[in-house]
């Protein structure tokens, strides 16, 4: 069974920075992309970040290019995504998730991923 589990959300101000975790558990995720998500109240939930466990290579929304970095410990099976420069337009419940079928471009469309944490809370007041 695949947990995700993240943690590190909070409160913030405008302009500030927070670190998302996300902790694996269940199976090897060699083989695996991870992605992170967001959704606001009354909107549909979207594609933030994505990182090949596999190569390395990842993606972002245009929206946090430069600001977001997502990235990944083996060892540790946790994925992380470090969101600098946040603004109040960030404030969402973040997810994680766990795509099954990894590539060369982690995908960006939230129907490639199998399995979801329960979220976490951020906050980016102005």
């Known amino acids: 069974q695949v947990q995700l589990v993240e943690s590190g959300g909070g409160l913030v101000q405008a302009g500030g920075s927070l670190r998302l975790s996300c902790a694996a558990s269940g199976r090897t995720f060699s083989s695996y992309a991870m992605g992170w998500f967001r959704q606001a109240p009354g909107k549909e939930r979207e594609f933030v970040a994505a990182i090949s466990w596999r190569y390395g290579n990842t993606n972002y929304a245009d929206f946090v290019k430069g600001r977001f970095t997502i990235s990944r410990d083996n060892a540790k099976n946790t994925v992380y995504l470090q969101m600098n420069s946040l603004k109040p337009e960030d404030t969402a419940v973040y997810y994680c998730?766990?795509?099954?079928?990894?590539?060369?471009?982690?995908?960006?469309?939230?129907?490639?991923?199998?399995?979801w944490g329960q979220g976490t809370q951020v906050t980016v007041s102005s």
């Open positions: 998730a766990a795509d099954p079928t990894d590539s060369v471009r982690p995908a960006r469309s939230r129907y490639e991923y199998n399995y």
